[in-house]
């Protein structure tokens, strides 16, 4: 990868905005519930009834194991906390992507890859 090439800056610096950028979501609303979209599945079952949710509740524990589940670290309880958890999930879920991507490449072209 060329890191001097004016695209991959850019990207590179897109990137780094959205991870800084992440925590909004949550502290915008930290005293208001829970962000858009992020609700358990206990909240949508009381919402819209437990029969037409029964196979999300039935694979919700699945997410119990996550390395970083709820995007924070346990404990991290306060909205300073919050934020550095969703950045450090952010950081965690780029490198997985990147390195998920660079992974791809090589399989795909390893000539690519080494070059």
Known sequence: MNWQDPLVKKFL??????????????LLVWNYGDAWGEWGPEDVAEKVGEDKVSGLLHLADIWSYAPLPDYDIPGWD??????????????VGVILCVGAY????KIVNPKAAAG
């Open 102 to 105: 660079y992974a791809l490449i």
């Open 13 to 26: 610096y897109l990137i780094v905005a959205m991870v800084i950028l992440c925590p909004l979501g949550i």
């Open 78 to 91: 306060d909205p300073f906390h919050a934020s550095i958890g969703y950045i450090i999930s952010a950081i």
